[in-house]
Nanobody
């Protein structure tokens, strides 16, 4: 599996961004897809993930009701719609694919989100 993120950038506090992650490879239906982020000096944390049945299965508490993860299986793409962005949401965001049997993680290269106040 290969993952390519896009959509990061600079946004003002309260603004919105939509991240995209295009996946390629075989057996994509066997992967739980998600978004992680890592801010400078902090550990990488899970933000949201979604099953192959396009049901969101997890949101980080601090992003609930502001971020929405979605998945288009026909396009092999997942999205993260981020609204009402806050300075603490600034980080490098990584797309993740976790195999449902082996639990092996595959990461994208990351996309930077900067929130200016």
């Amino acid at each position: 599996v290969q993952l390519v993120e896009s959509g990061g950038g600079l946004v003002q506090v309260g603004g919105s961004l939509r991240l995209s992650c295009a996946a390629s490879g075989s057996g994509l239906k066997f992967y739980l897809m998600g978004w992680y982020r890592q801010a400078p000096g902090k550990q990488r944390e899970s933000v949201a993930d979604i099953t192959n049945a396009v049901s969101p299965s997890y949101y980080l508490d601090s992003v609930k009701r502001r971020f929405t993860i979605s998945r288009d299986n026909a396009k092999n793409t997942i999205y993260l719609q981020m609204n009402s962005l806050k300075p603490e949401n600034a980080a490098d965001y990584y797309c993740d694919a976790r195999h449902c049997v082996s639990n092996h993680h595959t990461w994208g290269q990351g996309t930077q989100v900067t929130v200016s106040s």
